[in-house]
Nanobody
Framework: QVQLVESGGGLVQPGGSLKLSCVASGSISGFNIVGWFRQTPGKKRELVARNFNSGATDYADSVKGRFTISRDNGKDTVYLQMSSLRPEDTAVYYC???????????WGQGTQVTVSS
């Protein structure tokens, strides 16, 4: 069992930046995929960005060029650097770590990001 704790959310003006952190209670180096998802009321949770152990990354089209995901296996931490934030980025952001052999899938409790003037 791995517990994930997100931090770094808050209120920011349009065009501003935030950096989210996700600290794991155990090692994340054994997880092939670490990622960030977001959800707004009444909508499905959507992928924002994910990072593979190979070093490859994958982003939602809406955040490409603005968000950067990274992982520090030594600190068991996943980051999401968000820049040029827009009101439509407002959501609860969730950290996720996942592997398939064996299947393991863990989620954090979420952190609120609000982009508003």
């Amino acid at each position: 069992q791995v517990q994930l704790v997100e931090s770094g959310g808050g209120l920011v003006q349009p065009g501003g930046s935030l950096k989210l952190s996700c600290v794991a209670s155990g090692s994340i180096s054994g997880f092939n995929i670490v990622g960030w998802f977001r959800q707004t009321p009444g909508k499905k949770r959507e992928l924002v960005a994910r990072n593979f152990n190979s070093g490859a990354t994958d982003y939602a089209d809406s955040v490409k060029g603005r968000f950067t995901i990274s992982r520090d296996n030594g600190k068991d931490t996943v980051y999401l650097q968000m820049s040029s934030l827009r009101p439509e980025d407002t959501a609860v952001y969730y950290c996720n770590v996942r592997d398939y052999l064996p299947y393991r899938d863990y989620w954090g409790q979420g952190t609120q990001v609000t982009v508003s003037s």
